[in-house]
């Protein structure tokens, strides 16, 4: 069967890798336009490969199991850096909480978290593609499309169309596909955050942390600086804090042009904030810098109709808190494939697409809620609240460690789906 795939982002080209491996075609159709790219760039280099763009991505095990399966696990792991455990303190270090990220009694290779440079996981995924012969294009922005019993018809801006049995909607939180799908009116909504993503060398400039990921979080101020750790040389940050939105943030992931003002502007702004100065420095000799704004999708009810289906942030973008949006993603993926192996039948589509609805919605509901209740938890107005959601974060580290509270890296996608199945 062929799968038209909007989207080249990183669950979009998992998705093809994984298909591919089981014989069906994958065209991917991506808006990013090298054109229109160069012409931004002001002169600067310009990768083909989407550009050495974003920060850092988080991937725990319920996502690590995909990459397993679709064979680029042992890549990502030489890439990126396990991340057993998250630190969490004030803004100045103090008052650090520990808490377990690893799963007992899963296999080694995906029983901790990893954390690996955006581009560089994009490059593994899309180098997979090019092995699995799958075609990717470039500067098609998908305007309209067609279903008909059998076959569905995409529409792109310069005026190209694309066949298939199958349209995919993997183009991110502010998709176009679920708008077309569903309405216009079905937005993502700002949260109110504003943030920088940041990449520093630590060996080139002499820095060292003492953690791999570290976060520090001013209650009160509504400010967060977070520190990820992705290779023995190589370190990603996040700052973010309640603002307007920066007018060069984009969904596209552009990289600030003035990068010597921007990081000097930003490591004296978390100078002033309070972060250790090991930190500020981490900042002031970042080598590239991206704005970006957080959005929150609100649940749908449905990823699927007719035969065009969601999957990652077109159907639940969800706020960072929880560092389990890749992972979901990397979970649709893993659905849809062994779904689409259980049912080959093209009769039995839509067998298929009930049972990824089935368990996909109320998974990512459930974690997009918890999201959405850390993100209550992070930030208050008085400083008696401040302090209690500190103890409330302590209780919920201290339950998750001992295994009271059930981590959402602790899922496993085939489990789930071997007892809808059974259900039939």
Not at 189 to 217: A, Q, R, S
């Amino acid at each position: 069967m062929k799968f038209v795939i909007v989207g080249a982002g990183l669950v979009g080209a998992s998705l093809a890798v994984a298909l591919s491996a089981d014989g069906h075609e994958c065209v991917v159709y991506d808006r990013f336009d090298l054109v229109e790219a160069a012409l931004q760039a002001n002169g600067r280099p310009v990768t083909v490969s989407f550009g050495d763009v974003g920060g850092h991505v988080m991937i725990q095990t319920n996502g690590l199991r995909i990459l397993k399966r679709m064979g680029v696990l042992q890549q990502v792991l030489d890439a990126g850096l396990i991340s057993p455990t998250v630190c969490t303190s004030k803004m100045d270090g103090t008052k650090p909480l520990r808490v377990n990220m690893f799963v007992e009694g899963e296999d080694e290779d995906i029983k901790n978290p990893v954390q690996i440079l955006r581009s560089l996981l994009h490059n593994i995924l899309m180098r997979a593609c090019d092995s699995a012969g799958v075609r990717c294009f470039t500067g098609k922005k998908l305007v309209s499309f067609t279903q008909s019993a059998d076959a569905v018809e995409a529409k792109f801006e310069d005026g190209s169309v694309a066949h298939g049995d199958f349209l995919v909607g993997a183009d991110g939180v502010h998709s176009a596909t679920r708008k077309l799908l569903f309405g216009p009116d079905l937005n993502a909504e700002f949260t109110g955050v504003v943030g920088y993503l940041g990449c520093v060398d630590l060996k080139m400039n002499y820095l060292d942390v003492d953690h791999p990921t570290t976060f520090h979080v001013d209650r009160l101020a509504k400010r967060e600086v977070v520190m990820f750790r992705v290779s023995q040389d190589k370190l990603a940050w996040r700052v973010t804090e309640y603002a307007e939105p920066d007018q060069e943030a984009t969904d596209s992931w552009r990289a600030y042009s003035n990068l010597p003002k921007e990081s000097e502007r930003l490591a004296n702004m978390v100078e002033q904030w309070g972060l250790p100065q090991k930190y500020v420095e981490c900042v002031r000799k970042s080598y590239r810098i991206t704005p970006v704004t957080i959005y929150d999708l609100p649940d749908i009810p449905k990823f699927c109709e007719g035969r065009v289906f969601l999957i990652g942030d077109a159907a639940h973008g969800m706020r960072p808190n929880f560092g389990q949006g890749l992972s979901l993603g990397l979970e649709d993926v893993g659905t849809i494939r062994e779904l689409f192996k259980k049912f080959p039948a093209p009769a039995d589509y839509a067998k298929v697409f009930d049972l990824y609805e089935k368990t996909r919605v109320p998974r990512t509901h459930n974690i997009a809620g918890r999201s959405r209740g850390m993100a209550a938890t992070v930030y208050s107005d008085s400083s008696f609240g401040a302090n209690l959601n500190h103890f409330k974060t302590r209780l919920f580290y201290l339950g998750i460690n001992a295994g009271i509270v059930p981590h959402p890296n602790m899922y496993n996608y085939e489990d789930s789906l071997a007892a809808a199945v059974k259900e039939l």
